[in-house]
């Protein structure tokens, strides 16, 4: 794949296979650890439609209706595709515990074990593809389908496993626990991947909140900045980040003293902005900067919400 649209097709139509199969194994086996991963893989198909279209967007310059780019959209379907595999983990636990309470439920162990090997190989396989692809292409929206395919391959893995113990269980005589064994499996899933879903909702939430980048991105990117103005008179400098998915938007204040007066003028105060861009891209490519000089620290302060240019609280 040498796009990052043919990645996420592949993801897409990888996800209605396995979830197709999925439904239809389920309905042979009567097993709800597979009809859960047939809702899993068409639940992300479904979303993954939107994905690709978003990776079309936000990629796109900005314009009047959206004067700030496309990258929230990128951070939408994150927390939209984390929610909704959140949701259908939620039902199928609840599910899961009902059953495992009530005598659990039998299932036909030889299809089980066909669907899950089918499964382990077909998600192992598009694991392999995105990893490669992250080589060239690590954008959120790949590295995002990459854990879901990783993750995806952990549990039909485990899934496998657990129904080839089925009839060695029955070989052996433990006939009481086999009827338990799907609605444990469901449970001990659920369990294990719930963390993903919650990081990736969570993570995107933040992103569409406007809640800054980590630290790692932080300190590099400011260290840059630092760097870009070491020759100036700086009398108080503030750095704002947000990272809307792959897009790093950087607003600088940069407070001189009042008779600074570049020798070049406007032409001089565009050049040190243009040196600045230039060091922030190179720590991080995707990046829109914001630089504004200015002899009043008012102007560059964190803002304080709710108060007049007097300082008094307003009602």
């Not at 600074?260 to 001089?268: D, F, I, Q, T, V």
Request: charge should be positive; aromatic fraction near 8%.
């Amino acid at each position: 794949m040498k796009t990052e649209r043919g990645v996420l097709i592949l993801s897409a139509l990888m996800a209605l296979i396995v979830g197709s199969a999925a439904v239809t194994a389920a309905s042979i086996t009567h097993s709800k650890a597979i009809l859960l991963d047939g809702l899993f893989n068409l639940v992300y198909f479904l979303v993954a439609l939107v994905t690709v279209r978003i990776s079309a967007l936000t990629i796109q310059p900005d314009d009047r209706k959206f004067p700030f780019g496309y990258g929230y959209f990128e951070s939408l379907v994150n927390a939209g595709k984390g929610l909704l595999i959140l949701g259908v983990s939620l039902f199928a636990l609840g599910d899961a515990v009902l059953a495992l309470f009530s005598g659990g439920r039998a299932i036909v162990a030889g299809p089980a074990i066909l669907y899950a090997l089918f499964a382990t190989l077909t998600c192992s396989f598009t694991a392999w593809t995105l990893h490669r692809a992250r080589a060239r292409l690590d954008t959120p929206l790949v590295r995002a389908d990459f854990e879901n395919w990783l993750i995806n391959s952990l549990i039909s893995g485990s899934v496998l496993l657990t129904f080839c113990f089925i009839p060695v269980a029955r070989w052996l005589g433990w006939h009481q626990i086999v009827p338990y064994v799907d609605s444990v499996l469901v449970i001990a899933v659920v369990l294990f991947c719930l963390g993903m879903p919650i990081r990736m909702a969570r993570g995107a939430l933040m992103e569409l909140l406007n809640r800054a980048p980590p630290r790692t991105l932080r300190r590099p990117v400011r260290a840059a900045i630092d760097a870009a103005l070491a020759d100036l008179p700086v009398r108080q400098l503030e750095v704002r980040m947000v990272r809307p998915g792959r897009q790093l938007y950087v607003m600088t204040h940069v407070v001189l003293p009042a008779d600074y007066p570049p020798a070049g003028g406007l032409a001089a105060l565009d050049a040190i902005r243009e040196r600045l861009r230039r060091a922030v891209t190179e720590v991080y490519p995707n990046t829109v900067t914001d630089t504004v000089f200015t002899a009043d620290p008012r102007w560059a302060e964190p803002c304080e919400g709710g108060r007049g240019d007097d300082g008094v609280a307003q009602p």
